[in-house]
Each structure stands twice: as C-alpha cells, then as structure tokens.
C-alpha cells in the first residue's frame, strides 16, 4: 500500500518517548521458564498470529478482549495510537501471553489489554504486572488508568492489587478507570511483582530467535478447552 | 444381607465442561458405567443420584426422575441422594442396601454436579451452606477457611509442615497429569510452587497457611456405578468387585463443639465399620482413594484410617510411602486435588478409580501391581458426615 508520507506527518499521534523495558525471567507453577519481554512494532503480525484464534472464543471475554488487542496492536503496526507498548510472555520461544498499554501524558499511563494464550498458571497475573512494573519503574509515572473487561481481569486487577476507583472515563469505554497509585503499586509489589534480570543468554536468544505460536486448535483447547481453568 | 459387586464403571473427564448441562454430564458417565457393565438388553430396577447443588446452581430439583426419563429407564425407582460433598457416597451406600437386601437387583448409581457454572466466589458460597447456618454461615467462614484453620491447629499439635503438604500436593498433580479423567492434568514444579521467590505469585497464599495449590479445583463431572448381587455378577465378563464393606458416621456439625477439632472422629469410625465388615484392616488395602480436598485433609485422613500413627502422615507423605509404588499409594487418580471435586460425584468417582484399579485395567504408570483391595473415604462437611468403603477384587 503506497504511503504519502506527508500526509503521514499529520496522521501519526506524537509519542513520548519511552525507556526500554529490561527483559525479566520467571519460573512458572510448572516448572517452565517465562520471558517477559517488550514486543517491537515488527513482532506484530507475528503476534497477530495468536491473538486471532481467540477472536472467536466467547469464554471468559476472550472475544471482546481479543478484538479490542487485535485493533490496538494493528493501530501501533500503523501508526495510529499515541505511545503504546507491548510486552509479551514466552516460554520455549512460544507466545503464551501478550499485555498492551499507553501513555496518556507523561505521568499517567493507560492499561489496555491482558490476553493470557495458556492458562492455569497465572501468566496474565505475572504480564500485568510486569505492565505495571514498566510504568512505575521504569517510565516513572504516578498512576496507570485500568478497567476490566472480563471477571477474572476484575479479581486479578481490581480485588488483588486492591485497585483504588474513580469516576474518570477509561478510554475503552464502559465502566469508569480503577486507579493504580505509586502508593498501591509499592504495597503491592513485593507479593505480586517478580522476576529475575537479566535473563540468561540461551533463553534470550531462544525468545529473540523466533516468535513461536500454536496453531490455532491448541490455542483454542488451551483457553476454552475442558481443562480450561 | 446379599453381597454386593460393581460390575460397571464408568466416568467423563472432569473440568470445565461449559457445553454439557448437568443432565447431559449425568447421562453420559451413566451410559458408561452401563455399557461397561455389559447390562444388554437388561435395564436397572433403580436409579439413586448423588447431586449436592443442582437445585441451587441449575434451579433444578428431582433430577433423579429426569435422569430415569432421560436414559429411558421407566419405570425403575429413582431417587436423588443430598448428602453435602458426600452426595456420593451416600448415593452409592443406598444403592448397595437395596441391593443388599434383595428389593433391587440392578441398580445404578450415579454422582454429578456442575459447578463452573457460576463464579469461583459463588461456587464456594454454595459449598459454604453446608456449614452451620447460625453460627458458622453468617460470620462468612468457608470451607477452605475451616481447613486453613484446621491446618494450623494440625501443624501445631503434630508437627505438620508447609513440606509436607506440598508432597501431597506434587504426588497428586502428578498423579493427575497421567489421568485423562483429571480436571488438571499438570504437573507441578517444586521450584515453580514452593522454593522460587516466584513462588509467592504462582501459589499465593489462599486461606493460610493453605496455598493455592493445597486446595482442590472447582469442578463440573460426573462418575457412575452399576452394581449387583455378587453371584449375579460373577456370570458377566469382567472380573466383578466385591464392595466388602461399608461405614458411615457423623460428628458435630461445628468444629468448635467438638473436643479436639484435629480428630476426624467420624473418619475413624467409618473406616472403622467398613474394616470390620469386610474383615480386613488397613495393612491389607492396596489401594486408596481419600477425600483431599485440602492437601491436610489426605494427611490426616491417612492416619485417621490407621494407614499411619497420629502424627506420622505428613512424615510418610514427605518420605514417599503414599505415592504410586509406594507403601500404601493414595490418590493414585490424583484424587481431588487434581482429578477435581465436582462434589456431588466424588464420591462415586472414587469408587470408579478403585474399581479400574482391582480390574486390573489401568496403564502402567498408574496400575497398582496387583491390586486386590482398595479403600475410599468421601468427606462430607467439615468431616461431619464421613462415608468409607472397603473394595475387594473378585477372582471369576
């Protein structure tokens, strides 16, 4: 598609510069190692890949919340959102979880979506965090805007931090934002933020080699299947 | 008093089973536990259904006679069996002495519940209804509350350590992960759940000093039995097995009443019962399936059931004696902790692993080597209503 770069300069939101988010590693339940790591634009239509399957998954919201990655990853792809990240968890190189946000200015950020590909083993939990993780510690901000979309999300966000709510519009529509704080970030770090750094060479280069993904059966048995937990 | 033989078994895999109603989960493990039966053209002359929440998860009562209707097995009796988590068990016990009586001769017995149907937060209100509604329901406690509390007060009278329960745990999940039938077929790692600082997000703290990963999932499943007089059953195919013997006891409803909340009376005097009747005693079982809800209650059950010395069952849980290969393996299925609770079927569930397993039919690495006697314990309440059955393999 031919690009009229001119015109671009006017369609393209500015963006705030952003420090990198330093890759951390983390053991999960089973025993397999998770990278976390920041997605760059190229990694997209990689990532695409495996959100697409879930586009059709009604359980758990994984349909709405799929859609709504899908549009925000492509807006980034293209040019079309103001400062969006994207972090993404893998494990043997596979995709098994994707996180995305924004800043809205330079002190608050706005979480978008937290898409967990394999379940059970509370990935969505670990990229939330490390989500939050990079807009406190790393971007420096003092709050990041959140809403939920799915009961889990609310248990895992809302409930867990504890979140604190407000009546400020989110930007995904819907409900009002719930406000994570520096102050409720700090409490509750030391139980729900973790991770080590830097990650061993051998599993950066295994998760820097390729962007694995299942194929879409197994994605769709792994989130909606009978052992879906 | 007739002796009594199950003759068929039968289960579906327990998880999240979002596309089946309660009826279709009851249908079809009961469709099983039929055609393993080799019942032909015979139908059963009864129908008694362990069910727990139908009427308050499904807004469905009588599911009994709609079970009967729906397999197309009018005009036989049909009852539905409410015994708490020990729906089950109970269900299993009044089909065995309609049997045992001579009034029935073919009965089915059949246990399911579908609990993911409502939120995790709703699920354990509903199980929290069977504690008492005045002193224990309105001040909020829940059962993984109770066992969390009756944790402490074991680690505190006997020594119990967070290492024991995670054997129990990691042996289970194991176990689990060979099972088909298992909600969670996954394996757990030491590191991932226990030793690793990441160790505090994977397996938060769930009702302490219980984690996540002490307690069992919130399941939908169903498991069936069809069982029989024994001299009946021994003119069919597969090698029939003997229920040896039976016991059911109960204890205060509120843990506070009793007089050492530690001691499971009535999962003493249940086994108790069943030893007796079966006359064998707990050195003589090859196999166990026990009511590990939370990882303590294997534990102490274990010793409660004379498999080891008050005291003693964290100790042989963390030396090994209770897994697969082991002195006395329990939960071989990976028992609730990993095969799931779906409450109204665990106790049947449990009966069907044994059975499969004094069959003789299991794979390898799960077929306890020569297996001839098996022992289940189905808890109900806060042990407040204990069922346990002594199993016994039959040579044809």
């Known amino acids: ?229 | 008093m007739r002796d009594v033989a199950v003759i068929g078994a039968g289960m579906i895999p327990f998880g999240r089973r979002d596309e089946d109603t309660l009826m279709d989960m009851l249908s079809f493990a009961s469709l099983k536990a039929m055609d393993d039966a080799g019942l032909g053209d015979k139908s059963v002359d009864a129908v008694y259904v362990g069910n727990m929440g139908a009427g308050m998860l499904q807004r469905q009562s009588a599911i009994a006679s709609s079970l009967a209707d729906r397999l197309n097995l009018l005009p036989a009796a049909a009852d539905t069996v409410e015994n708490g988590p020990a729906s089950g068990g109970s269900a299993v016990k009044n089909g065995l002495l309609a049997v045992a009586s001579g009034y029935y001769d073919y009965v089915l017995v059949v246990g399911g519940e579908k609990m993911r149907e409502v939120t995790g937060w709703r699920a354990t209100d509903f199980v929290a209804t069977m504690t008492h509604p005045q002193a224990e329901y309105p001040y909020g406690i829940t059962l993984p509350g109770m066992a969390g509390m009756f944790t402490r007060l074991y680690m505190e009278k006997y020594g119990v350590t967070r290492e024991h329960l995670l054997a129990v745990s990691l042996k289970n999940q194991e176990m689990g992960a060979l099972n088909p039938f298992a909600h969670v077929e996954m394996a757990l790692d030491r590191d991932g759940i226990f030793d690793s600082p990441h160790a505090i997000v994977n397996n938060p703290v769930s009702a302490d000093p219980l984690h996540l990963y002490d307690l069992c999932p919130v399941s939908d499943g169903a498991a069936a039995i069809v069982i029989c007089p024994l001299d009946m059953a021994k003119k069919l195919s597969k090698p029939p097995v003997l229920i040896a013997g039976f016991g059911q006891a109960t204890d205060t409803h509120t843990l506070q009443e009793r007089d050492d909340p530690t001691d499971l009376k009535a999962v003493t005097l249940a086994t108790q019962q069943a030893f007796e009747r079966a006359k064998l005693k707990p050195s003589d079982i090859s196999v166990a399936e026990l009511h590990d809800a939370f990882t303590i209650l294997e534990i102490a059950e274990s010793e409660h059931v004379g498999f080891f010395k008050k005291g003693e069952g964290g100790k042989a849980a963390a030396a090994g004696k209770t897994r697969f290969g082991g002195q006395i393996p329990i939960n071989v299925s990976g028992g609730l902790k990993a095969r799931g609770h779906p409450v109204g079927a665990t106790g049947v569930a449990q009966i069907v692993d044994i059975t499969f397993q004094l069959r003789h039919e299991l794979p390898k690495n799960r077929q306890v080597k020569n297996a001839q006697t098996g022992l289940t314990v189905n808890f109900g309440g806060f042990g407040n209503n204990v069922l346990a059955f002594v199993l016994k393999r039959v040579e044809q």
């Open chain 1, 1 to 229: 598609m031919p690009v009229d770069m001119e015109l671009e300069a006017v369609l393209r939101p500015m963006q705030y510069p952003m420090p990198p988010y330093p890759p951390k590693v983390i053991v999960l339940a089973n025993g397999k190692k998770m990278v976390i790591r920041q997605a760059v634009r190229e990694d997209v239509p990689a990532i695409l890949k495996s959100v697409h399957p879930c586009l059709f998954i009604e359980r758990d919201y994984y349909d709405i919340v799929s859609a709504r990655l899908y549009g925000e990853l492509l807006a980034w792809y293209r040019y079309r959102v103001k400062s969006e990240y994207c972090l993404m968890g893998q494990v043997d190189g596979y995709l098994v979880g994707i996180v995305n946000g924004r800043l809205e200015n330079e002190k608050v950020g706005m979480s978008y979506h937290t898409l967990a590909i394999d379940r059970g083993l509370r990935i969505g939990s670990h990229l939330f965090a490390a989500k939050m993780e990079y807009h406190m510690d790393y971007m420096g901000q003092d709050e990041v805007l959140i809403v939920a979309e799915s009961p889990i999300g609310f248990r895992r966000w809302m409930v867990e931090y504890p979140l604190e709510e407000t009546k400020i519009p989110h930007e995904l529509g819907g409900g009002d934002s719930w406000r994570l704080t520096r102050e409720i970030y700090l409490k509750a770090k030391p139980r729900l933020v973790v991770g080590d750094r830097p990650v061993p060479q051998e599993l950066m280069d295994e998760a820097m080699l390729e962007i694995k993904f299942a194929d879409d059966d197994t994605i769709r048995e792994r989130i909606a299947g009978l052992k879906g937990r």
